[in-house]
């Protein structure tokens, strides 16, 4: 007797379904509300102004009340505005002459300046890469800058005068001659400081000397230059005040050397003021420049 035949089946081959791709989430950065980042920006403000108002407030309340009492011989703020009330209110007129507002004198000022400085500028940085570089150039030159920056500015005054037989290139030279030793000196000490494995690079590479002053001597420098730069707008401002007490004509300092002959002591008291603010104005101007520069590793 025959068996069966054993009828084998396969087992059913189940395929999994394909997988799908799962989808992409992409998480997008949470922005600061505007009214946050604004109020950030407004306690970041407060809290460099608000401390300078507060002690000017009490610096013009002590003089207010110092000076209010019988017998002192300067004004209160509250008669200096009394009294410069027409030259705060209205700097343009010009009457003609040395009749004019304070703008045209600070004007004035500020140009001489502006020539001073360039001279100096272009100058101090030259030499002083001069002396940086060379040993024997420091040798020869820095004696001689060392003894004639310590001579004060009006002491140059009237050898200018003897030498321009003007007011104006007189107060020009004396801003120049003011101003150009701190700009040859800290550029010297930048330039001798620069690091001898940007002078290997340099002589690896084969950059001929321009480049090198260029692209190694004066990004190496720069910090040490706008130092210097921050020093000479500041003896700049100073020395042409004073020199133009001296030479006359329309000009800051002749402004505040006539009203003390004139016995307007709120006048000069305004002045000064103003002095004072366009000084301040300068030098942030030069630090600015010079962060941008040397990307904020220049002196603040």
Not at 260 to 286: C, K, M, P, Q, T
Request: glycine share 8%.
């Amino acid at each position: 007797m025959s068996m069966p035949a054993m009828k084998t089946e396969m087992p059913a081959v189940v395929t999994p379904p394909a997988a799908t791709a799962a989808p992409v989430v992409t998480m997008t950065p949470k922005r600061a509300p505007r009214a946050a980042a604004y109020a950030r920006m407004a306690k970041e403000t407060a809290a460099r102004v608000v401390p300078p108002l507060i002690v000017v407030a009490l610096l013009l309340v002590v003089w207010e009340l110092i000076c209010r009492r019988a017998g002192s011989s300067l004004p209160p703020p509250s008669k200096v505005f009394k009294d410069t009330r027409e030259l705060i209110l209205d700097p343009f007129f010009d009457h003609g002459g040395i009749d004019k507002g304070l703008f045209w004198h600070l004007s004035a000022s500020l140009q001489r300046v502006a020539y001073g400085f360039s001279l100096a500028a272009v100058a101090g940085i030259a030499l002083g890469t001069l002396v940086g570089q060379s040993v024997w150039a420091m040798r020869g030159l820095d004696p001689l800058f060392q003894v004639l920056r310590t001579i004060p500015p009006l002491a140059w005054l009237p050898l200018s005068l003897a030498a321009f037989r003007d007011g104006q290139p007189s107060a020009i030279f004396v801003i120049f001659i003011t101003s150009v030793w701190p700009i040859i000196i800290n550029t010297a000490v930048g330039i001798r400081n620069i690091p001898q494995d940007y002078r290997n690079v340099a002589a690896v590479v084969q950059l001929n000397p321009l480049e090198f002053f260029t692209k190694i001597m004066i990004p190496a420098a720069a910090p040490y230059m706008f130092t210097g730069l921050r020093i000479g707008i500041g003896l700049s401002w100073l020395a042409i005040v004073a020199a133009e007490m001296l030479i006359g004509g329309v000009g800051i300092g002749f402004f505040i050397w006539d009203a003390w002959n004139s016995s307007h002591i709120s006048e000069i008291i305004l002045a000064l003021f103003y002095v004072g603010i366009i000084g301040f104005v300068l030098d942030r101007l030069i630090a600015g420049l010079g962060k941008v520069v040397t990307r904020g590793t220049a002196a603040n």
